[in-house]
C-alpha cells in the first residue's frame, strides 16, 4: 500500500524538523503508542496498540531515521511484530519545504503486513494504513502548531456546552 500527502504546518521549518526527531513529539503523534523511547540518532523503539478489523495487537518495534538531509527531508523506516497477529512494516519519506506562514510538510508512505492481519484483505488493510498515516500527520501538525488560541477554545467550549444541552434535551423529554 502506497499513499502520498501533505500538510502545511503554521510554524517555521527548523521547528518541523526538531520535531521530527523528537521521541517525544512522535510519542503524541503515532495512533495508540503507549512507549517511545530512543534517539535520531540511533533509532526508537516503540510500543503500539493497535486493532485493525477484528485483530487486535500490541505490536513492539524499531523506527529508525535515514536518507538525512538537515532540515529538508529524511526517511523513516519501522518494523514491529504483533505476535499471533503477524507484522507490520513500512516507511515515510517526508520533505519540508518553506512556504508563506510556515512549512509545507510532503509525505510518501509504504506499508506491508503479513500473518493474520495480511488475511483481513487488503481492502481494510489499505483503509487502515491510510487513517494511520492521516491521524499521524493530523496529530503531527497539531503538536508543532500548539493549542488553538484562547478564541478557538472558546467557541470550542460554547459548541461543547450546546452539545451537552442539546443531549439534556433529548433524554429529559
Keep these: 500500500m502506497q499513499l502520498s500527502d501533505s500538510r ?21 503523534c503515532v495512533p495508540g ?8 540518532e540511533e533509532g526508537f523503539e516503540a510500543t503500539v496498540v493497535q486493532k485493525v478489523g477484528p485483530v487486535k495487537a500490541t505490536f513492539k518495534g524499531a523506527v529508525a531515521v535515514s536518507d538525512r538531509v538537515e532540515g529538508e527531508s529524511l526517511m523513516l523506516s519501522g518494523e514491529g511484530k504483533g505476535g499471533a497477529a503477524g507484522f507490520a512494516k513500512g516507511g515515510a519519506k517526508v520533505r519540508l519545504e518553506v ?11 509504504e506499508a506491508n503486513v ?6 483481513l484483505g487488503s481492502r481494510i488493510i489499505d ?3 491510510k487513517k494511520m ?8 501538525k497539531d503538536t508543532v502548531e500548539g493549542p488553538a488560541d ?8 460554547e459548541a461543547e456546552e450546546k452539545k451537552k444541552g442539546w443531549l439534556k434535551r433529548v433524554f429529559a423529554g
Design 150 to 157: 484562547n478564541a478557538d477554545a472558546e467557541v470550542v467550549a
Design 114 to 119: 503479513g500473518g493474520k492481519l495480511a488475511q
Design 127 to 129: 483503509g487502515f494504513a
Design 8 to 28: 502545511e504546518i503554521a510554524a517555521p521549518r527548523e521547528v518541523v524538523w526538531a520535531a521530527l526527531l523528537s521521541a517525544e513529539v512522535l510519542k503524541e
Design 133 to 140: 498515516a492521516d491521524d499521524f500527520f493530523t496529530r503531527f
Design 33 to 40: 503508542c503507549t512507549e517511545m523511547s530512543g534517539s535520531a
Design 99 to 109: 512556504i508563506e506562514g510556515g512549512t509545507k510538510l510532503t509525505y510518501d508512505v
